[in-house]
């Protein structure tokens, strides 16, 4: 079944601590897209990847980092700079990033500072 | 800077009764999503309106869309226990290029009571 697989579903990270979220597709699309949800709140971009080794800032990119070697890989990097990362990070996906195609999300991770 | 605005934030309403969730937005756009999201889950899609008039239904929901004024409506009929989740609408716009991207409202949290 083709879909999108974010892992792991619950990730736990000490203070000063990279982590790294994994999201994979097998949908054969070609724009990834990484958003944060805070308890209560809406959805804000953090990254977005239209092709393979390029990707453009979201709204609130201060702290992340991501790669896009593989069509169908999109990491997300938490790191140290991140001072405030617990929350639900959702990944996306899109066929084309143009018109008429909808938008297909992973079922998250959900991060957490101890 | 695009702005998405939903009222109410909260919803709590009767079995059987309808009520109409607003959605604004401040930049021109003639693709509009709502979804809906369970409580630590991910999002599911309601409705893809993707032109001004845009009318959609699906059971007790029903989605609209006016693009003059930046609007969109999702209409809950006869409301049922099974419909409390939080709704957001997400606003999707072409940023740089070819790329485009949601941003999302604050969401809707319904609570359907008895």
């Known amino acids: 079944d083709g879909g999108i697989t974010q892992s792991p579903k619950y990730l736990f990270r000490k203070e000063g601590q990279n982590v790294t979220l994994s999201c994979e597709q097998n949908?054969?699309?070609?724009?990834m897209y990484w958003y944060r949800q805070d308890p209560g709140q809406g959805l804000r971009l953090i990254y977005y990847?239209?092709?393979?080794?390029?990707?453009q800032k979201g709204d609130i990119a201060e702290g992340y980092s991501v790669s896009r070697e593989k069509k169908e890989s999109f990491p997300l990097t938490v790191t140290s700079a991140q001072k405030n990362p617990t929350a639900f990070y959702l990944c996306?996906?899109?066929?084309?990033?143009?018109?008429?195609?909808?938008?297909?999300f992973g079922s998250g991770t959900r991060l957490t500072v101890v | 800077e695009l702005k998405v605005e939903q009222n109410p934030l909260f919803l709590s309403m009767q079995e059987g009764k309808n009520y109409t969730i607003y959605c604004n937005y401040s930049?021109?756009?003639?693709?509009l999503y709502w979804y809906r999201q369970d409580p630590g889950k991910s999002l599911e899609s309601l409705f893809v309106?993707?032109?001004?008039?845009a009318v959609k239904q699906e059971g007790r929901l029903m989605a609209s869309l006016d693009t003059k004024a930046r609007l969109s409506t999702l209409h809950i009929t006869a409301a049922v226990h099974d419909l409390s989740a939080t709704y957001f609408c997400?606003?999707?716009?072409?940023?740089?290029?070819?790329?485009?991207?949601?941003?999302f409202g604050t969401g809707t949290r319904l609570q359907v009571t008895l």
């Open positions: 996306a996906t899109r066929k084309r990033a143009v018109l008429n195609y909808g938008y297909t």
């Open positions: 930049t021109t756009s003639d693709r």
């Open positions: 997400a606003v999707d716009i072409v940023d740089t290029g070819t790329a485009s991207k949601l941003t």
């Open positions: 990847s239209q092709i393979v080794n390029d990707f």
């Open positions: 309106l993707l032109s001004n008039g």
């Open positions: 949908l054969n699309h070609d724009a």
